[in-house]
């Protein structure tokens, strides 16, 4: 399933908590796609709190507790780690981040808390989602199989990757248009791993953060820009996007193209895609700004200039991903929309 698809199952399995309708949820997929981030970007458009428990880390006690006498009986300490509405609130997320690299003895001491919401005398708050994700065996990660108990207590549900969606989220944590724009250029690039060549770097959606970081450290030592890129993404995306990146010096002015003026489209596909994710950007910028309805009409204006109208379809989607419906209320769109109706129905 999609991020962007998956992301509401998870807003509406925590929303559901309160309502005693929520199914504990477990996220499979390979390293890198986002697994991790998906639950955190839930928790922070909720404002709730992670409880973020690595299984791969544990051992049975730490989750079970320690016993102590009290008069004739044993009773158990909580782990502090686990949730406690007065410590932690009343609503939250427990993430049992790595389950399918955990020993099977932790495996089996989170059965009862995962279908039952308690561990012993333990009661998870009523309004906490739990949260799952691990490696499928293939991945070449530390992986155990999962038990058929456990895994009979959870929905599962496999991260795909999707451009799309990658760029929406790269767009709102402001990562390196240069880096949105090659990937536009060479999508197939999002996510290449081959597990039976056990890389050590490649590209996925995680490791093109590292390359946007890599940017902004040394995008001024180009002696040592390509090497950083290909630690991050791997040898030959690493090239790719350094080379990408120093073709990028000869795109036309966007500043003239944000006032207006008629700026020619280069006829080389992999600077228009340069250019389109870039004037994404600097409608961005521009968002709350006295001219953003200008700027926005003239960004519109040279996207019906594109030779091929695709890539002006790119741009306006991927315009409307970050800025929303701020962009239907700028004049020229209905123009352009009518421009390229028999190409495409805008949803």
Same mark, same amino acid.
């Given at each position: 399933?999609?991020p962007?698809?998956?992301?509401?199952?998870?807003?509406?399995?925590?929303?559901?908590?309160?309502?005693?309708?929520?199914?504990?949820?477990m996220?499979?997929?390979?390293?890198?796609?986002?697994?991790?981030?998906?639950?955190?970007?839930?928790?922070?458009?909720?404002?709730?709190?992670?409880?973020?428990?690595?299984?791969?880390?544990?051992?049975?006690?730490?989750?079970?507790?320690?016993?102590?006498?009290?008069?004739?009986?044993?009773?158990?300490?909580?782990?502090?780690?686990?949730?406690?509405?007065?410590?932690?609130?009343?609503?939250?997320?427990?993430?049992?981040?790595?389950?399918?690299?955990?020993?099977?003895?932790v495996?089996?001491?989170a059965?009862?808390?995962i279908?039952?919401?308690?561990?012993?005398?333990?009661?998870?708050p009523?309004?906490? *989602? !739990?949260? /799952? &994700?691990?490696?499928?065996?293939?991945? @070449?990660?530390v992986?155990y199989?999962?038990? =058929?108990? +456990?895994?009979?207590?959870?929905?599962h549900?496999?991260?795909?990757?999707?451009?799309?969606?990658?760029?929406?989220?790269?767009?709102?944590?402001?990562?390196?248009?240069r880096?949105?724009?090659?990937?536009?250029?060479?999508?197939?690039?999002l996510?290449?791993?081959?597990?039976a060549?056990?890389?050590?770097?490649?590209?996925?959606?995680?490791?093109?953060?590292?390359?946007?970081?890599?940017?902004?450290?040394?995008?001024?030592?180009?002696?040592?820009?390509q090497?950083?890129?290909?630690?991050c993404?791997?040898?030959?995306?690493g090239?790719?996007?350094?080379?990408?990146?120093?073709?990028?010096?000869?795109?036309?002015?966007?500043?003239?193209?944000?006032?207006?003026?008629?700026v020619?489209?280069?006829s080389?596909?992999?600077?228009?895609? *340069? !250019?389109? /994710? &870039?004037?994404?950007?600097?409608a961005? @910028?521009?968002?709350?700004?006295?001219?953003? =309805?200008? +700027?926005i009409?003239?960004?519109?204006?040279?996207?019906?200039?594109?030779?091929?109208?695709?890539?002006?379809?790119?741009?306006?989607?991927?315009?409307?991903?970050?800025?929303?419906?701020?962009?239907?209320?700028?004049?020229?769109f209905?123009?352009?929309?009518?421009?390229?109706?028999d190409?495409m129905?805008?949803n």
């Amino acid at each position: 399933m999609r991020p962007a698809q998956l992301l509401s199952v998870l807003e509406r399995e925590l929303t559901s908590a309160a309502e005693g309708h929520h199914t504990p949820v477990m996220l499979w997929g390979p390293p890198g796609v986002g697994k991790s981030q998906m639950i955190a970007l839930v928790a922070e458009r909720h404002q709730v709190p992670v409880i973020d428990i690595r299984l791969s880390q544990m051992e049975p006690s730490d989750l079970r507790g320690i016993p102590f006498r009290v008069d004739q009986h044993v009773e158990w300490a909580i782990p502090a780690l686990l949730p406690n509405a007065e410590r932690h609130g009343e609503a939250g997320i427990l993430f049992l981040d790595e389950i399918t690299s955990a020993p099977p003895a932790v495996s089996a001491a989170a059965y009862q808390l995962i279908l039952d919401r308690r561990l012993g005398e333990y009661q998870v708050p009523t309004h906490w *989602a !739990i949260f /799952a &994700a691990g490696n499928r065996q293939g991945d @070449r990660g530390v992986t155990y199989s999962m038990p =058929a108990p +456990l895994a009979n207590r959870f929905s599962h549900f496999e991260v795909d990757t999707h451009l799309d969606d990658w760029v929406a989220w790269a767009y709102a944590k402001a990562i390196d248009e240069r880096v949105i724009a090659f990937l536009r250029f060479r999508p197939e690039l999002l996510f290449d791993f081959d597990p039976a060549h056990n890389p050590v770097a490649f590209p996925s959606p995680r490791s093109w953060e590292f390359a946007h970081r890599a940017l902004q450290k040394f995008q001024n030592d180009p002696q040592l820009l390509q090497g950083t890129l290909q630690a991050c993404v791997g040898p030959a995306a690493g090239i790719e996007l350094a080379a990408f990146v120093a073709s990028i010096d000869q795109m036309p002015d966007l500043d003239a193209i944000c006032r207006g003026e008629a700026v020619p489209v280069p006829s080389e596909i992999d600077l228009q895609y *340069a !250019i389109a /994710a &870039a004037l994404v950007g600097k409608a961005i @910028r521009a968002r709350g700004s006295a001219d953003q =309805a200008t +700027l926005i009409g003239n960004i519109l204006v040279y996207a019906g200039r594109f030779p091929q109208r695709e890539m002006g379809v790119m741009l306006v989607s991927d315009l409307h991903r970050a800025i929303g419906s701020d962009l239907f209320e700028v004049p020229a769109f209905a123009d352009w929309a009518n421009a390229i109706a028999d190409v495409m129905l805008y949803n």
